[in-house]
């Protein structure tokens, strides 16, 4: 689990998920209340689920999967991530370079 730089505070998995739905490129700490940005290498780990979607749609097209079962699929493939996500990003308190 991500641990905030400026305080030593381990987040826990509802923490991260709750920061991790904002639209900005910085997570507030929940107990300083400090920016803490994903480090380069986390988002490199991270950056590798938005090809989930498209994954998942081309499979569906090419094996003929219906619908209602892709549906599911790509529900619970999120769930998943979702799941996983917060185990796999770390923080750092200095806005990186995005590449
Ligand atoms: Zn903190």
Redesign the pocket.
């Known amino acids: 689990m991500p641990k ?1 730089q ?4 381990t987040w826990t998995w509802l923490q991260c998920v709750c920061r991790l739905c904002t639209l900005g490129d910085c997570l507030t ?1 929940p ?4 920016d ?1 940005f994903l480090t380069i290498k986390a988002r490199k780990k991270t950056s590798l689920f938005v090809f989930i979607a498209p994954l998942l749609m081309f499979i569906s097209v090419a094996f003929g999967i219906e619908p209602f079962v892709s549906l599911a699929l790509f529900v619970a493939s999120f769930a998943v991530v979702l799941g996983i996500f917060p185990f796999l990003i770390e923080l750092t308190d200095e806005r990186g370079p995005m590449w």
Request: proline share 0%; with cysteine.
């Open positions: 905030c400026s305080c030593g505070t700490c107990s300083c209340r400090q803490q």
